[in-house]
């Protein structure tokens, strides 16, 4: 038996390999609600990289300063995610059992409260930008840039999370070509007003990073517009109505939705000091780590959206009583992330000055940029083997587990070691770039340190026995 046709086999429930037909029909599915998930990741992401190139066409300093804004914002939407992530486990629970109604009503009471938390994130957004700012390590280049930028694209978190809220049960029952094409036509809008809006083109005003920040607003409403409308389509799954709460959805989502926002509040923390401390190594340093963070999240997004097959397969699978499709749809899904892994590692390494060129012509953030790079690459294999095993976790609810990993690596042991490369040994070793790449030293540790936590943890049954309603 050839080494490619072992590495596709799938174990049974009796421990023997899968029969090809049967895998077939598994890798199969998973692929069908993977690849729009995938295409949606990269091209958001390639979107994301031409708006952070086309903010660098006015300086090193916009650069940073719209960068700064990036962890302010996902501290503030951690409640409406960790909402989402309850949503679609609940969601897929009851698709797997058949349970329309019951769908239906936990996307109807999620969105009633996700709209009072959008309203709480705009006020807290708008009127507290400059302390955000600050927080997050703005200095006296940046601080104006990013407070008009983030007040801005406060005024859209409302519509972010209507969006988000739609598309989470959206994929929850494998409609992930809904939500690629809402995502990917948001953000084509936002690189056309971009275009428009920043340097004065077709006869608009030139506004700079403000035209930037009215871009990304105007692209989110879009996105907001577009969930509605597949949301309400006759004939659909889902019917938005007025929310009918009950005892057993609500406990559900807090239930899930307690876990993720330990999860993503130690993800945001551990996120959020570490680009501070990266920003206090000097504004060239930061610029580079921006440039180099769009394209690692090339590679995040595109295990995310293997990641998003094996949430609703195995929400559904374990929905339906299947225990063993539930397993079996995990193995699947890190084999698939494991191709892509290979593939994008060959390209960013193939190309990795010339991607840092989109961005800027500045040659000291090229070089580390470029520098940065040659570690990246090093930790792509074991991030998407992470972000497969959350994803099944999170599909089966057992997301206080990846809260606790979190919690260890990424809130913990990243930002003590980008202390570490960043300052002491950089100053050890002078002109060598570490304080560039030593965030992404403990980027390639925090992976595999994630994978092997994860990875343990789905060896065992005991996130196959978790009761959701």
């Known amino acids: 038996m050839g080494i490619v046709q072992r590495f596709f086999q799938i174990p ?10 049967e895998a077939k029909k598994l890798y199969k599915e998973n692929i069908s609600i993977a690849w729009p998930s995938t295409i949606e990741g990269a091209l958001m992401s390639i979107i994301g990289s031409v708006d952070t190139a086309m903010v660098g066409t006015l300086g090193t ?9 990036s962890q302010p914002r996902m501290i503030l939407l951690v409640v409406a995610q960790a909402l989402c992530v309850g949503t679609t486990a609940i969601c897929a629970r009851r698709k797997g059992a058949n349970d329309q109604k019951g769908a239906n009503a936990c996307l109807n009471q999620s969105m009633a409260i996700i709209t009072l938390l959008g309203l709480l994130m705009t006020l807290a957004g708008y009127f ?4 955000l700012m600050k927080l997050a390590g703005a200095n006296e280049d940046t601080l104006e840039i990013s407070v008009s930028y983030f007040k801005i694209i406060s005024l859209g978190l409302l519509f972010n999370c209507w969006s988000l809220c739609i598309c989470a049960a959206m994929r929850a029952i494998g409609k992930t070509r809904i939500t690629m094409v809402t995502n990917i036509t948001a953000n084509l809008v936002n690189v056309c007003l971009n ?25 989110t409403f879009v996105s907001c517009l577009m969930a509605f409308r597949f949301a309400c389509h006759k004939g659909g799954y889902y019917h938005l109505g007025l929310p009918k709460f009950d005892r057993t959805t609500l406990q559900s989502l807090g239930s899930v939705g307690s876990g993720s926002v330990l999860e ?4 945001r923390i551990g996120f959020f000091i570490t680009a501070k401390m990266v920003a206090g190594a000097g504004t060239a340093v930061f610029a580079a780590y921006q440039i180099v963070s769009q394209v690692s999240s090339l590679s995040f997004t595109l295990g995310d959206g293997v990641a998003s097959a094996g949430t609703a397969l195995v929400g559904q699978s374990l929905g339906a009583k299947r225990k063993d499709l539930a397993r079996a749809h995990t193995r699947v899904c890190r084999r698939i992330s494991i191709v892509l892994s290979l593939g994008l590692m060959l390209i960013i390494f193939a190309l990795r000055r010339q991607l840092a060129l989109l961005f800027t012509t500045d040659e000291a953030v090229i070089m580390g940029a470029t520098m ?3 570690v990246l690459v090093l930790g792509m294999m074991p991030q998407n083997g992470r972000v497969i095993y959350s994803g099944c976790l999170r599909g089966a609810g057992d997301v206080r587990y990846v809260a606790v990993c979190a919690l260890l690596s990424v ?25 560039v790449m030593g965030p992404w030293i403990a980027f390639v540790i ?16 005991a996130w196959l026995e978790k009761k959701l309603a």
């Open 411 to 435: 809130t913990v042991l990243r930002p003590i070691l980008t202390y570490v490369f960043c300052y002491p040994i950089d100053h050890a070793f002078p002109g060598n770039y570490i304080a």
């Open 128 to 131: 507290g930008a400059e302390w």
């Open 264 to 267: 993503s509040a130690c993800l």
């Open 61 to 69: 300093a916009a650069i940073a300063g719209v960068g700064l804004t």
């Open 372 to 374: 940065s790079f040659y």
């Open 195 to 219: 275009y428009v809006l920043i340097n004065g083109k077709l006869g608009f005003p030139r506004l700079g990073v403000r035209g930037a920040a009215i871009a990304t607003v105007c692209g």
């Open 12 to 21: 049974g429930a009796d421990g023997k390999p899968m029969p090809y037909e």
């Open 446 to 461: 925090d992976a595999f340190v994630r994978q092997a936590l994860l990875g343990s943890r789905i060896k065992r049954d």
